[in-house]
């Protein structure tokens, strides 16, 4: 007979039941990760027939970033737009692939509350070669007045005045985690019912881990605090917890999934070539440092707290440096010496 598992919880059911503790809720975040849910579905079915159909390979364009952009990030791009903008809980978005902010502008969004940045498909230099691939997502309040359309000021928040921060991983199985000031939370989609369904309950980032991640290729275009660290890395012996083994994908939603399951510490450093490293501060490290404080690690650029830094324009980078309490600390000792 058929073994029907009924203590299963959907994530709509989840944020539904877990917003409603927040003092002013109103529904409306809850709609919007629903809605995030639903494009994430559409991105999932995509990514999964992708060597089957033509959507592989570049469009021959180039984003705002100077990158060749895939046509599977077009096609996410458009799935979320599509969705958060026939939604009723957001006023507009900015994502990797627009060079500007996109208020929606229309009666029902100018009266919603939040404002959503993403990166619809990060690592998507691994689409072609069927390695893992994210979603990046950032929700804030916004500044503007309800009911007039939003502006750049929503968007140019510092990353602590995120009201939520998450991610979709599409691995080996299609994972939504999500952080919120009460802690995070992991889904793994049920394919067979179309549902994100709580698989990964208070996810807590282990405070010393065994990986650590970092495009070693750079090595030499690092500074010299960055270069001790790696050292230390792969110096340490078993009665210090090492030498530490080096994982590194390409796929900053991978790697640091892994690190926060796992425990380990995930580097974007500054080289030469790259002066402010390759990473965006508002759509990929932000809502990364939120996610990974809130389980108990934690984020820096090497000098400041992540979520400290404000914004001055939409797409801009920063180094970074994210993970285990403890590897970040012993990170810390190495690059404020230098
Ligand atoms: P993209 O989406 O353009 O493929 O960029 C991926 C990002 C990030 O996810 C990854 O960790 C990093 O770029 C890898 O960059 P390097 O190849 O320079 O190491």
Redesign the pocket.
Known sequence: MLKVNRNIVTLDEFTINQLRTFSAATGELSALLRDIGLAAKRVHVEVNKAGLVDILGDTGEINV?G?AVKKLDVYANNQFVGVLKHGVSCAGVASEELDDILPFNEVVSNKSKYVVLF?P??????IDVNVS?GTIFSIYNRKTALGTPADLQDFLQPGSQQIAAGYIIYGSSTMFVYATKLGVNGFTLDTSIGEFCLSHPNIQCPAQGQFYSV?N??FYEYNKGVQEYIDRCQRKDKSNGGPYSQR??????A?VHRNLMKGGI?M?PATIKKPNG??RLLY?CNPFAYIVEKSGGMATNGQNRILDIIPTELHQRTPLFIGSKNMMTELNECVMSK
């Open positions: 970033q990158e990166d498909l990060d690592g998507s230099g691994n691939i495009n290729g750079n590194y994908i390409g796929s900053m939603v790697d995930f974007y390759k990473l990929e």
